[in-house]
Nanobody, 124 residues
């Protein structure tokens, strides 16, 4: 039905920047709000940022607020996560997620579709 593919991860030094992308394909018209989550080894999957269907609303986790910006292209099928001032504690696999409804939420179970993830490693 829907496929989400992340890209842009990699190894970066502390203080550096990365821009993650998430491209949606398939029945993309059924996806509205999008989100980014991350999961470090041995930890739960945590919310990072979310964006509404029309980009009017965005939400950020306190741990990344001021350092991360979520956006989506005009067609709404590609979502970006610009990450600046990266810290070693930002190291994780980052996942893109989409949901059928309009509003942005922070809980993983509320999302219907997931990408395969992209590794972000921040060295000190």
């Amino acid at each position: 039905q829907v496929k989400l593919v992340e890209s842009g991860g990699g190894l970066v030094q502390a203080g550096g920047s990365l821009r993650l992308s998430c491209a949606a394909s398939g029945r993309t018209f059924i996806i509205y709000a999008m989100g980014w989550f991350r999961q470090a080894p041995g930890k739960e999957r945590d919310f990072v940022a979310g964006i509404s269907w029309n980009s009017a609303a965005t939400i950020y986790a306190d741990s990344v607020k001021g350092r991360v910006t979520i956006s989506r292209d005009k067609a709404g099928n590609t979502v970006y996560l610009q990450m600046d001032s990266l810290k070693p504690e930002d190291t994780a696999v980052y996942y893109c997620a989409g949901r059928h409804t309009l509003g942005v939420v922070t809980t993983p179970v509320s999302y219907n579709y997931w990408g395969q993830g992209t590794q972000v490693t921040v060295s000190s």
